[in-house]
């Protein structure tokens, strides 16, 4: 086991994030998770971290679906993705630690986007 530290920075759009990822503690460190593989473990966040933090058109979320292994499910299939997404704090870290866990935050965080995405009248 070992302890990955993460910092935090605004980006660009005006939104903050997690910016870096470091088995060192830094200096204004945001939070901290306990991993057995703390190189996989960054790896995949700096990957999932690449997930378009936006509501998703359906042509979007199905490019970002083939990017990152995921089945695109039918629209009228994603109306649970509106509760889940929060309910299952997919988009918190805390999900990402486990590994057999890692797919299911990817897909969950997609798919909620995707939902986002017709709530909001994204074709």
């Known amino acids: 086991m070992a302890t990955v530290w993460t910092t935090m920075e605004k980006t660009p759009e005006g939104r903050y994030a997690e910016s870096s990822y470091s088995t060192i503690k830094p200096e204004k460190p945001y939070r901290s998770f306990t991993v057995d593989d703390p190189e996989e473990f960054i790896a995949h966040m700096q990957r999932f971290n690449r997930i378009p933090k936006k509501a998703l ?45 890692r797919q299911h935050g990817i897909a969950y965080t997609i798919h909620g986007l995707r939902f986002r995405g017709l709530q909001t009248g994204k074709a």
Do not use: Q, W
């Open 57 to 101: 058109a359906r042509d979007e979320y199905e490019k970002v679906c083939g990017e990152f292994g995921v089945n695109p499910a039918a629209d009228k299939d994603l109306k649970i993705y509106g509760t889940t997404y929060t309910a299952r704090k997919t988009n918190a870290y805390s999900m990402h630690t486990v590994p057999e866990n």
